[in-house]
């Protein structure tokens, strides 16, 4: 049974940072890509990051550039998101998702695996 377990949401004030991992079980997702979603309140969700297996390669979402950044550990068959400068729209539920292909698509529906969420508020 796959599965893709989110930690590291929280509470911050605006400016500053958190770091979200996403350890994934059950199957090995070697030479696929993964990638972080998240969704706010009455909102649809939304692509925020993916990386390539090697690692090499990133897409990120307008909205994060510069201030977050992807990152994986094949060993550990994990991917973190390091956010800086968060501000209060980012405000969301974020969620680590894997897909069996090759990496960089940015739709969700492209995506096989799903974790539960881990929640992140950004106070002002």
């Known amino acids: 049974q796959v599965q893709l377990v989110e930690s590291g949401g929280g509470l911050v004030q605006a400016g500053g940072s958190l770091k979200l991992s996403c350890a994934t079980s059950?199957?090995?997702?070697?030479?696929?890509?993964l990638g972080w979603f998240r969704q706010a309140p009455g909102k649809e969700r939304e692509f925020v990051a993916t990386?390539?297996?090697?690692?090499?390669?990133?897409i990120y979402a307008d909205s994060v550039a510069g201030r977050f950044t992807i990152s994986r550990d094949n060993a550990r068959n994990s991917v973190y998101l390091q956010m800086n400068s968060l501000k209060p729209e980012d405000t969301a539920v974020y969620y680590c998702?894997?897909?069996?292909?090759?990496?960089?698509?940015?739709?969700?529906?492209?995506?096989?695996?799903w974790g539960q969420g881990t929640q992140v508020t950004v106070s002002s």
């Open positions: 059950g199957r090995t997702f070697t030479g696929y890509g």
């Open positions: 990386i390539s297996w090697s690692g090499t390669s990133t």
């Open positions: 998702a894997a897909r069996t292909a090759p990496w960089g698509s940015q739709d969700l529906n492209a995506y096989n695996y």
